[in-house]
């Protein structure tokens, strides 16, 4: 339940929709078919995200037509074990689809025909269907072990931050019209005590604990421990500047080690239409706020909290095999100036004298601890993820332009080995139910997770090296497995 940054006006396909990266992908090494030598590739599956590993398969969320799938691979040959429907149900459409892992079961979200008087409101309202259950199921074999009531959910089901034996998942159930922190048991999916987030409007997850009860004038901020709402409080209690909304993209985590909750909201862009979206790139503000009661113990304007798009030293993700949410020990922010023109998928603009400002921070005080200038970056400045070389090792230009190694947790930048292969992302979208867009139209584009793919330093893709580090996906079965834009690949890992 981390964090997600929503850049609402920097993409021309939805209101909602994140990431506008470039796609990649390749051939694998020694094969003119796309296989590995050692490992194997599925070019006939569409990822929609990074595997997770549970019960001996790697399992992989899947753009099947008209939809979502799950799909749980056999490591050793790639074959499929078992396929299951899924849904983003009434999730914001630029949330990238995640996996509950609970020893042997997943969680995730099954469409339902199933619909009570107050969701089928809520359907007239969006033109289509959302009603889901989420569902527990047998990870070795895909039998569904268990289903909750029908219900509209917001967020993915995932482990509870004070239980990560419990899932938990925000949603309108039994058509009460509260939208609701929902908490059931992983083994078999009896309801415990839900938490109370809002009387109707659809609530939605902004980080561990961390909740937009969904009213607006004003907007609020609402945090739970366990099965309690301990406060509620206004946005601009945190974030005063005019315009600043969840609407326009956040990204949170939940420090507990130092108490804070720690991340950032943007302000809206300066002007918008169907061609065009002008941003000025220093309208947002990072912010540590307590836990325990709401209040702001450091803020930093003109900061953008990047964690969810940039390997913050410490951070860990149930797809890399954590079963839990693990934060960072160490933040990342840009502190951006000047303007940026989004036209369509393309590139951005940035005018004259943009500059972006890469920082390493203190999460308790928010004290500056290395800062290096990137110049006008516009894989940053779009929040594209920077091509990866080892776990807390990234490329980024200098100021002349030169792509340097920048380790992540020290900020110091050093020469690139020759022969250097990094990992750069990609983004993905699938079909999903129908809302309404920022035109009012029908839209039906989801965004799916980041996908990756072997590159050169300068992000140009090439082929997979003989040995893969592990900081690409997660092992299993001597294999390191991780998806590209359109087909999932295994091989052996470096080391």
Known sequence: ???????????????????????????????????????????????????????????VYISVAGGLGVVALNPTTGKTVWQATATPSAITPGEGPELGVYGNIVTFLEPSASVTAFQQTAFEQTGNNQSATVVGVNAATGAVMWRSPPGLFSDWPLPCIDDPTVVCATGLEDG???????????????????????????ARALGPDLFDPGTRSPEQLLAVNGSTVVWKHPLA??????????????????IGSVGLF????????????????????????????????????????????????????????ISSGTPAYSPPTMGLRLRETGMATFEGSSAPT???????????FDLATGHTLWSVDAGADVDLAQATALPQVAQEVVILPDTTGAPKRLNLVTGVQSAIPTGTVAFCQASTTYTGPGYPDAQGQSNTDYSGDAVEFPCM??????????????????SLGGVVAWSESSEIVAAPPAG
């Open 1 to 59: 339940m981390g964090g997600r940054r929503l850049w609402v006006p920097l993409c021309a396909m939805v209101l909602l929709l994140a990431s506008c990266t470039s796609s990649g992908s390749h051939k694998a090494k020694g094969s003119s078919s796309g296989t590995a030598t050692v490992g194997w590739t599925r070019l006939d599956l569409t990822p929609v995200s990074q595997p997770f590993t549970a019960a001996g398969n790697f399992i």
């Open 176 to 202: 009460t019209g509260a939208s609701q922190l929902l908490r059931f048991n992983s083994a078999d999916g009896t309801s415990l005590v839900p938490v109370t987030i809002a009387a109707s409007d659809l």
């Open 237 to 254: 209690s945190v974030f005063p500047e005019s315009g600043y909304s969840s609407d326009n993209g956040w990204d949170f985590d939940r």
């Open 262 to 317: 720690v991340g950032s909201v943007n302000g809206g862009p300066v002007t918008s239409n169907n061609f065009e979206d002008v941003v000025n790139l220093a309208d947002s503000a990072t912010a540590g706020f307590s836990i325990a009661t709401g209040a702001v113990t450091w803020r930093q304007p003109g900061t953008q909290y990047v964690c969810n798009f940039l390997p913050c030293p410490g951070s860990a993700t």
């Open 350 to 360: 940035l005018s004259q004298g943009a500059k972006i400002m890469i920082e390493g």
């Open 457 to 474: 330093p300068n992000g140009e893709s090439t082929s997979v090296p003989a040995k893969v580090p592990t900081f690409v996906g997660p």
